[in-house]
Antibody, heavy 118, light 108 residues
């Protein structure tokens, strides 16, 4: 069965960077986009960008250019999102989600809670 | 970017009641790329309805979706306790993909 397993909660200081992982299993990792989505407490969903592990191509929401960097390791079927120059505004739950031809997000990771605090 | 406006923001329904929530897009969206998700507190969103009207695996038949152009809706024919959740519409007709702010459905 398809699973996306994300790394654990992070507590980081302002100005630092963090790298969150999303390990895929149960399907061909290189055949589907992996998207990243941000959700602040009590708020809605915001798309950050996608990576296509097949060739490493990426697309970002303009709002997150310079903030987020998406990478993927085909050998371990793991996608990564690095967030830099962190502020309290980056405190949120971050999800990875798979998408295919229908462009729906059919499988989601369990979410990674990021807290930025001194 | 395409803005999705969901209404109402919060609603409550009694067991057995028919429920309808709407999603209005700021510009026309292909029905193939309009989707709905269910999210319960502390959990990740789940794909609920894809391409406007197709139920995702395991979704009860009391749910249905319809719409075209800029106007879409999700309907529950008979409210059950397990349906209490927040529902988000999502468009990927044009990048960036966007989500509505959600409709929180509570059990009355």
């Amino acid at each position: 069965q398809v699973q996306l397993q994300q790394s654990g909660p992070e507590l980081v200081k302002p100005g630092a960077l963090v790298k969150i992982s999303c390990k895929a299993s149960g399907y061909t990792f290189t055949s589907y986009d992996i998207n990243w989505v941000k959700q602040r407490p009590g708020q809605g969903l915001e798309w950050i960008g996608w990576i296509y592990p097949g060739d490493g191509s990426t697309k970002y929401n303009e709002k997150f250019k310079g903030k987020a960097t998406l990478t993927a390791d085909k050998s371990s079927s793991t996608a990564y999102m690095q967030l830099s120059s962190l502020t309290s505004e980056n405190s949120a739950v971050y999800f990875c989600a798979r998408s295919g031809e229908r462009r729906d997000f059919d499988y989601w990771g369990q979410g990674t809670t990021l807290t930025v605090s001194s | 970017q395409i803005v999705l406006t969901q209404s109402p923001a919060i609603m409550s329904a009694s067991l057995g009641e028919r429920v309808t929530m709407t999603c209005t897009a700021s510009s026309s969206v292909s029905s193939s790329y309009l989707h709905w998700y269910q999210q319960k507190p502390g959990s990740s969103p789940k794909l609920w309805i894809y391409s406007t009207s197709n139920l995702a695996s395991g979704v009860p038949a009391r749910f249905s979706g319809s719409g075209s152009g800029t106007s879409y809706s999700l309907t529950i024919s008979s409210m059950e306790a397990e349906d209490a959740a927040t529902y988000y519409c999502h468009q990927y007709h044009r990048s960036p993909p966007t989500f509505g702010a959600g409709t929180k459905l509570e059990l009355k």
